[in-house]
């Protein structure tokens, strides 16, 4: 069962969305009920994904949040309550041409990736069936050495250097005056780690990779979806 520490005062909290809130089955019955409870309440809830922008923006939109998003890993954010424009803080066209290189390298490597990629500003992300390591081990030696190869669990991101989720979600919270000290975040995958640093309360739902775990302040006793569930009971009980 989610513990949160006694006697603290939180401004947001910031979900991923693959995973966590949402699975292949989409919603939990329970979640959309949970968050509006929330929201009702006074405390604001944020989205940080893997995603593209256009995918994020309807899920915010159907959850009725009030927050932020942070999508492409930290590449796009956009505060669209606060009326600030659409940041994008990379250019995804030399991760595109290291997808695209990889392909003359690897037997049966799929250079155009997941579908979203049309939509996809400031990263490249293809599908988890690709070898992660063997990509790292091969760009390298490159020109594209310094791009940085992520799993999240649903695919693999070849994103810019310095950019990751904490660095999109710390540009956001300053938009919004809000202090990390004062967020919770959850999330299930090694994308979302960084967060976990920034943030002062995380929370894992998968316990599927040791670097989640361990990066995080707790571990939901429930798995997915359901442990966000269990986290939003959590933030009610004491709001």
């Keep these: 069962m989610v513990e949160l520490p006694e006697g603290r005062t939180w401004d947001m909290i910031v979900f991923d969305v693959d995973g ?17 409870e929330v929201e009702a309440r006074g405390l604001p809830i944020s989205l940080a994904s893997g ?31 606060e009326g600030h424009e659409i940041m994008a803080l ?3 066209s030399r991760a595109k041409a290291a997808a695209q290189w990889l392909a003359t390298q690897i037997d049966g490597f799929d250079p155009a990736g997941i579908e979203s990629n049309r939509w996809r500003e400031t990263e490249w992300c293809l599908f988890e069936k690709e070898d992660e390591d063997l990509m790292r081990e091969l760009l390298a030696d490159t020109e594209w050495s310094d791009l940085i190869v992520v799993p999240t669990g649903f695919a693999i991101h070849i994103c810019a250097p310095g950019i990751d989720k904490a660095g999109g979600l710390r540009l956001a919270l300053e938009q919004r005056g809000v202090e990390p000290e004062r967020v919770i975040v959850c999330g299930d995958a090694p994308n979302d780690v960084s967060m976990f640093d920034l943030c ?12 989640v775990v361990e990066g995080a302040d707790c571990l939901t006793e429930a798995r997915g979806t359901e442990g966000s569930l269990e986290l939003l009971r959590a933030v009610i009980a004491i709001l």
């Design 20 to 36: 966590t809130l949402m699975d292949a089955e989409g919603y939990h019955p329970d979640l959309i009920p949970l968050i509006r």
């Design 51 to 81: 995603r593209t922008l256009p995918n994020v923006t309807p899920i915010k939109q159907s959850l009725g949040v009030t927050g932020f998003i942070v999508a492409e890993n930290g590449g796009m954010v956009w505060d669209s309550n």
């Design 90 to 92: 990379a250019d995804g």
């Design 200 to 211: 002062d309360f995380s929370v894992a739902v998968n316990d599927a990779r040791s670097s």
